[in-house]
């Protein structure tokens, strides 16, 4: 049974930094492709970042663009969103997501070509 589960997230300043993990049991890690998304109040899910199954390469939204990073630890099964210089508009809960063929393209954005699994979610709280 593949199972994702998030963790992680939390309330920080302006500016702050924060590491989410997404755990996956049930497949390997290193052979799926691996996408972050968000979700703000009121508005529509947002793709953030992904990182292919093969060469690793990963895309991300503009908006998070040389602030955020996303990795991938095989032996733990386990891929990360490194956030830095966090700002308010960062505010919404983070989802992993992950498929065995997909596309991630080069703006963050995962696209699954087969079935799809989730994670519960993190909530990431970005405030003063």
């Known amino acids: 049974q593949v199972q994702l589960v998030e963790s992680g997230g939390g309330l920080v300043q302006p500016g702050g930094s924060l590491r989410l993990s997404c755990a996956a049991s049930?497949?390997?890690?290193?052979?799926?492709?691996i996408g972050w998304f968000r979700q703000a109040p009121g508005k529509d899910r947002e793709g953030v970042s992904c990182?292919?199954?093969?060469?690793?390469?990963?895309g991300y939204v503009d908006s998070v663009k040389g602030r955020f990073t996303i990795s991938r630890d095989n032996a733990e099964n386990t891929v990360y969103l490194q956030m830095n210089s966090l700002k308010a508009e960062d505010t919404a809960v983070y989802y992993c997501?992950?498929?065995?063929?997909?596309?991630?393209?080069?703006?963050?954005?995962?696209?699954?070509?087969?079935?799809?699994?989730w994670g519960q979610g993190t909530q990431v709280t970005v405030s003063s």
């Open positions: 049930g497949f390997t890690l290193d052979s799926a492709y």
């Open positions: 990182i292919s199954d093969s060469d690793g390469s990963a």
């Open positions: 997501s992950t498929t065995r063929l997909g596309y991630c393209s080069g703006y963050g954005y995962l696209y699954a070509y087969e079935d799809d699994f």
